[in-house]
């Protein structure tokens, strides 16, 4: 108790209050009606909340063709969409990225294929695991190829298709290291044997997944490779043919060119990521995502007091305190407090105290440095926590740096709580 204070329960005391609860009752029972639907559905998403992610549609569009035009005449390109586009956005982001020149479209779920099927899309989708048997009819019935690698598959999946007077295409998943997924390079031969007896099955192609394509050290990388390229020669000497081969992911597709057979599959670099240092040289990508917000609080905090949770950073007294509606529940990584940057007029102003569940506060320096005009910060300003404003850039390749983590987990960290404009 402070002060001897318990809260002011009985309110008949005050001379001018009123029956809150009672009031709160009647309020609940009644729809205020003058607002309408459609006015109410007017209001635009970035209007409601001052937090959303623009996506460059261009950006995905020029990484496409820039990676196309590096690939041998007759070399499809996969566009790996995985993951919504690696938080970009599938549809979006595979449309734009069919009409810059790729053919094949990867998800990693049955619901992914799905969803892009009911958008519209009809160019052929790989899915890059094995579904459950029991998600079958949706392949069929949606058309999306399935990577196979047990026997029990893909006899389910072939008397299914044969049931209903249809193919059963799939690629086949080859292990040749990672050990993750897929058939044991020296086992292929036996796989396709145990399982060819069946009409319906129609091998579409085979594939493997580098484990170490972007890393600096490459004899891991060409072991793999050629595991991959016995499986595949020990496929055509018996006679039969593998479909298209494809084991490149961004990584791999940049740096060993040779190694890019039948198809690519395109993912981080897609979105305008380098998979490592290896690949800056190789070829100009432009980051498609941006992270934006706006003020929705500014004060000055005396020197020594603290800002956010546990009070851990203290106002060296120069500086306004700015609060943006951004926090780790929209994917800016509580790893990342104190160690990232936002953009306001072009100038970085640091990330300071804990970022919380929903907002997170930035500090305005506001001494003056020769001749630059100090900052003014205003509610409802536009504030960059991903992306370049004026010269100036926070990346995500930064963050994942100070996170500890890689682009790919911070990219798709940006959660559906803030619009996606496309741009
Ligand atoms: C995710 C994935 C890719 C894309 O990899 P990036 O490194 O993002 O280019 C390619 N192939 C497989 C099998 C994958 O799972």
Not at 169 to 185: D, E, K
Not at 288 to 294: G, I
Not at 364 to 374: A, E, F, L
Request: net charge negative.
């Amino acid at each position: 108790m402070i002060n001897g204070f318990t809260g002011f329960s009985n309110k008949d005391k005050f001379q001018y209050s009123r029956d809150v609860s009672a009031r709160h009752e009647q309020d609940a029972r009644r729809t205020p009606l003058e607002f309408n639907d459609a006015q109410l559905d007017a209001i635009p998403e970035k209007e409601r909340r001052w937090s959303w992610v623009e996506i460059d549609l261009g950006a995905i569009r020029h990484n496409t063709s820039e990676v196309k035009r590096r690939l041998r005449p007759g070399c499809r390109l996969m566009a790996v969409v995985k993951a919504d586009a690696y938080g970009h956005g599938a549809v979006q982001c595979a449309k734009a990225s069919l009409n810059a020149g790729a053919e094949w479209l990867g998800v990693a779920t049955v619901d992914e294929g799905v969803e892009l099927r009911q958008a519209g899309i009809t160019q052929p989708i790989l899915i890059l695991a094995e579904p459950p048997i029991s998600a079958i009819p949706l392949l069929l019935r949606h058309r999306v190829t399935p990577a196979v690698y047990t026997a029990e598959f893909a006899i389910a999946y072939a008397e299914m298709a044969d049931a209903h007077g249809l193919r059963a295409p799939f690629h086949l998943a080859i292990n040749t290291g990672m050990n993750r997924i897929g058939v044991r390079w020296d086992e292929v031969m036996e796989f396709v044997l145990q399982t060819s007896f069946h009409r319906a099955l129609v091998l579409d192609g085979i594939f493997t997944h580098f484990a170490t394509a972007d890393c600096p050290d490459t004899i891991d990388f060409h072991l793999q490779a050629r595991r991959f390229v016995e499986a595949a020669t020990a496929l055509h000497d018996a006679g039969i043919d593998p479909g298209i081969v494809h084991c490149d992911n961004s990584a791999a597709l940049l740096r060993y060119t040779e190694t890019n057979f039948d198809m690519v599959r395109l993912g981080i670099a897609l979105y305008g990521f380098h998979p490592c240092p290896e690949t800056r040289k190789l070829i100009d990508l432009k980051p498609a995502m941006s992270v934006h917000a706006r003020i929705t609080d500014v004060r000055t905090v005396p020197m020594s007091e603290g800002v956010s949770y546990g009070l851990n950073y203290r106002s060296p007294g120069s500086v306004k305190i700015c609060t943006v509606p951004v926090g780790y529940a929209d994917g800016l990584r509580r790893a990342l407090s104190g160690r990232t940057d936002f953009l306001l007029n072009g100038r970085r102003c640091h990330q300071v105290g804990n970022i919380c569940m929903d907002q997170c506060m930035f500090e305005v320096d506001m001494r003056t440095y020769g001749t630059k005009p100090r900052l003014n910060p205003q509610i409802g300003d536009e504030v960059v926590i991903v992306g370049s404003q004026d010269g100036e850039a926070v990346t995500i390749d930064d963050m994942a740096v100070a996170a500890g983590t890689i682009q790919h987990e911070i990219a798709i960290g940006f959660s559906h709580r803030m619009p996606r404009l496309y741009v």
